[in-house]
């Protein structure tokens, strides 16, 4: 997993971050996860499902985007083409972190190493006078307002879980050629536990 870094001023002045970066990671993503008040806004666009990202993991909402590993419908000629666009993908490559490893405070984080950012090319994260961009500012508001909705969506995740309401399920898909390509480490509602 990455190390996030706080941003600040003193150590990020004079950063950049490529314009495009969101769009070229979620180009080889055919799962991205989102939280759960985005999935009103994205069940009309993409499949939903529930994965966990390791066994000891709490459970998330997961939009399928391509039946393919590293692809992505939603992204063509590097576009977006899904009316809906996820809060994940709108906030990258900034990440909500623990603020010094205190438990109730959080502030905007970035990984130093992501090929996202540079020193010489790409939009810079703040201006001449110090202040945040445009775009910083409009990914720190994001984030800042996705806190409660992470903890939500975390909740929702164990509250399934504790009550056994998730159940495994494989998609197995057939393509006209003949060949079956299956997604595991899928899962969705029991409907009969429920």
Known sequence: MAELTEITLDSHRDLKVDPRCAISV????????????????????????FSRPSDEANYVVSAVNSFEVDSNLFVKDDEWKASYVPIGMQTYPFFIMRKDGKENEYCIGLDEENPAFSKTEGDALFDDEGKASAMLSRATQLLEHEINNEIQSVQFGRFLDEHKLIKPIDVVVQYQSGRVNTLKGLNTVDEKAA
């Open 26 to 49: 979620a180009a080889k993503q055919h799962i991205l996860t989102i939280r759960i008040n985005e999935v009103g806004f994205a069940a009309n666009q993409f499949p939903l499902f």
